[in-house]
C-alpha cells in the first residue's frame, strides 16, 4: 500500500513536470531589439520596385504603424529613435505568429495570406518576399 501511494506521487510530479516543460516551450519568443534596428528597420527605409517607401506614408502618420521622422539629413535613425520605433512595432506583432501579426499581414498580398485592404499597396506578394521574412524572423525572436 505504501509503495504504491509512493509510486503515485512520484508519478504525479513527473506529469506536473512536463506539464510545466510544454508551456515554457511554447512560450512566445522575446522581440530583438538589435536585429530590429539592424535587419528591420532598413526594410522601412528601402525602394521597392513600383511601390512607395513604408516610411514616406508612415513618418509620423496617424494610423498605428507611426515611425519616428528622420533628423534632417540623417539616413536612418538615432538610438532614441529607433527604440520608439521598437516599442510601436512590437505592438503590431504576435511574438512566435508572423501569419496573424498586423504588421507582416497589412502589407502582403492577400493572395499571400494578407489583408485585402491597405492604402500603401501590396509591398509584399508572398511570405516568399526576403524582406517579409526578416520581418518574420524578427517576429520568431531572431538575433543577430
Ligand atoms: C502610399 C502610402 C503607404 C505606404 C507606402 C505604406 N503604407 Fe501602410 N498604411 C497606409 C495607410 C494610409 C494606412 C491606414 C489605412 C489602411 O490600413 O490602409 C496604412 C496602414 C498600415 C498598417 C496598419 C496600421 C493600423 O493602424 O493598424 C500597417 C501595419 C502598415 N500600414 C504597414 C506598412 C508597411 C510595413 C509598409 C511598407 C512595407 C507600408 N505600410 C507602406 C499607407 C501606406
Known amino acids: ?4 501511494r509512493v509510486k503515485l506521487v512520484v508519478m504525479a510530479a513527473l506529469f506536473a513536470g512536463a506539464a510545466t516543460y510544454s508551456i ?30 513604408c516610411y514616406v506614408c508612415h513618418a509620423e502618420s496617424n494610423n498605428a504603424f507611426r515611425l519616428e521622422r528622420l533628423s534632417p539629413g540623417a539616413s536612418t535613425w538615432s538610438e532614441e529613435q529607433s527604440r520608439k520605433n521598437f516599442e510601436m512595432a512590437s505592438i503590431l506583432v504576435n511574438p512566435g ?4 501579426s498586423r504588421l ?10 494578407g ?3 491597405h ?24 538575433k543577430l
Open 97 to 100: 505568429d508572423p501569419a496573424t
Open 115 to 117: 489583408n485585402v485592404f
Open 24 to 53: 515554457a516551450s511554447r512560450a512566445a519568443p522575446a522581440l530583438d531589439y538589435e536585429f530590429f534596428k539592424a535587419r528591420v528597420q532598413p526594410v522601412f527605409l528601402q525602394k521597392r520596385d513600383g511601390h512607395t517607401r
Open 119 to 142: 492604402s500603401g499597396g501590396r509591398q509584399f506578394a508572398s511570405k516568399d518576399d526576403p524582406n517579409w521574412k526578416i520581418l518574420a524572423d524578427w517576429v520568431n525572436g531572431e
Open 1 to 4: 500500500m505504501a509503495v504504491r
Open 104 to 113: 507582416l499581414q497589412q502589407p502582403l498580398a492577400p493572395e499571400g495570406g
